[in-house]
């Protein structure tokens, strides 16, 4: 069927959307990422009709790919596929290959194969780190993507391309619709990936302060830059862009409040819930944009099918317009949850509070994370055996939240109009397994998950209602004591 159809029967037999992953032959790259993984499961797990998934793996730590792929399989988050519809994992197929390299590094048994059968794409892979390298960062979240690009270009079955990108690729612009900005400053795209792959590392490295503008990071700089390769496609494939916002830990699917990584804000809760966080660099009274990650993965699965030629739907997946939470309130309930539910590896009270000014934050920083940390590996090394120092923790956290702090000082206006779309579309019965109403996300309910879920899939450790209450407490004495102990001492001083 051909891409015009696909948008007529858009328009009218909705009803009929899910037809479009008929025997559909779909390659996902960044699979083993949070999104990708979570992704996997859900097409696995929502859509039965599907032939095949191909996946990209590639050789790590003198692991081969096979190996890797096997061990992949066996991950927990398909833990109810294997109960319930274990032969489904079988539609899941590697190739060996690496997104750094051209044509990512396929056999040209492999790319035949690739390029004669996939019908869909989803192309989630991309480096997430604020610090990256700017070579770095080029490299995966640009050119990979225009490697991709132009091997769609021998897909004769291709029906959609999804690119996912970012809700921050645009952060000069207080206010973000659903369409393509230039990318400030103006770069051409082709000069920038022509630059990537044939300046030495270190100076091409050396021009990330000259060339990323309003950018915080190489990260959104580079994110930018692909949203101008993919438009540059559009006349050629069928595309679809999806812009999430900060991805956390799931509502509801797989499981509630999966998480398997500490990135960005998942760290801070689980450093807030550890009590090793007093303070953080961020406005209080701004919205964090935060979206479950199964809102994501079901925007990406009801995008696909709206690719046609000549015009990009963009969808932003965000929270921010529709149901916001300041970081203010996203504190209180981690900190709620955090003291009901405590962890074993707390190690003092949770407690923290937000600063605008740098220096405040900075001093902070010394006097209620370093000097904690410095006591603590002083003791360690007096007793004895082998532990872990918690200076580097510390001040591998500082940087974190540095290189963060232009997304918690700052606030945007991301408009979705898209969500009319999914809304219209799951009460046509077009995607019956799916779901997408961000007015029944319940805050206090999804930080209760998610604590928990931190504890569960982060920590690897058994939830129970009441565990841990005799430490927290303890905890909780402590942290009086040291408080009353330091005001009595600055009292003696001034008198």
Request: charged share 20%; aromatic share 14%.
């Amino acid at each position: 069927m051909s891409f015009h159809n696909w948008t007529s029967l858009l328009n009218i037999e909705p009803c009929k959307v899910m037809e479009f992953y008929q025997d559909a032959v779909i390659f996902v790259t960044g699979a083993t990422g949070f999104v990708g993984k979570t992704l996997l499961e859900k097409l696995l797990w929502s859509c039965p009709q599907l032939s095949c998934v191909y996946i990209l793996i590639r050789e790590k730590n003198g692991k081969p790919a096979q190996q890797r792929f096997y061990e992949f399989c066996q991950h927990k988050i398909f833990e109810r596929l294997r109960q319930h519809y274990p032969q489904r994992l079988r539609k899941l197929r590697f190739l060996a290959g690496d997104i750094e390299k051209e044509d990512f590094g396929l056999s040209n048994v492999d790319k035949k194969v690739l390029c004669a059968e996939v019908n869909i794409i989803f192309h989630s892979a991309a480096t997430v780190r604020f610090n990256e390298r700017l070579k770095v960062a080029a490299l995966v979240n640009s050119v990979a993507t225009w490697n991709l690009l132009e091997m769609c270009k021998d897909m004769p079955l291709l029906k959609s391309f999804v690119y996912v990108s970012t809700a921050y690729c645009n952060p000069g612009r207080k206010y973000v619709d659903e369409e393509i900005y230039p990318t400030l400053p103006p770069v051409n795209w082709k000069y920038f990936v022509e630059c990537a792959l044939k300046v030495n590392d270190e100076y091409f490295n050396s021009l990330e302060s000259y060339i990323t503008g309003p950018h915080p990071n190489t990260y959104t700089f580079t994110k930018s830059i692909a949203e101008q390769i993919v438009n540059d496609y559009k006349d050629r494939l069928p595309i679809v862009i999806v812009r999430p916002s900060i991805v956390t830990a799931s509502y509801r699917e797989p499981y509630p409040g999966w998480i398997d990584n500490i990135q960005g804000i998942t760290g801070i809760m689980m450093e807030i819930g550890k009590g090793s966080i007093s303070s953080i660099l961020g406005d209080k009274n701004v919205i964090c944009d935060i979206i479950p990650v199964d809102f994501v993965v079901n925007s990406m699965i009801m995008t696909a099918p709206r690719a046609t030629l000549g015009r990009i739907y963009i969808s932003n997946c965000t929270s921010g317009v529709t149901n916001p939470i300041t970081w203010q309130r996203l504190g209180r309930l981690t900190l709620k949850w955090s003291r009901i539910y405590p962890t074993r590896k707390a190690f003092m009270f949770p407690y923290f509070q937000y600063r605008k000014s740098f220096l405040m934050h900075d001093i902070a920083v010394y006097l209620l994370h370093y000097v904690p940390a410095i006591m603590m590996d002083l003791t360690g090394l007096f007793v004895g055996g082998k532990r872990r120092m918690v200076l580097p923790i510390a001040k591998k956290f500082r940087q974190a939240c540095l290189a963060g702090k232009c997304f918690s000082l700052n606030e945007w206006i991301f408009l979705n109009n898209s969500r009319h779309y999914y809304e219209e579309m799951l009460q046509a019965g077009a995607f019956p397994s799916l779901y997408w109403n961000l007015n029944s996300l319940d805050y206090e309910m999804y930080i209760r998950k998610f604590v928990i879920g931190i504890q569960k899939y982060l920590h690897n450790e058994r939830f129970r209602e009441n565990s841990n209450k005799y430490q927290i407490t303890k905890l909780y004495w402590f942290w009086i004591f040291l408080h009353v102990f330091f005001s009595l001492v600055i009292l003696y001083w001034i008198l």
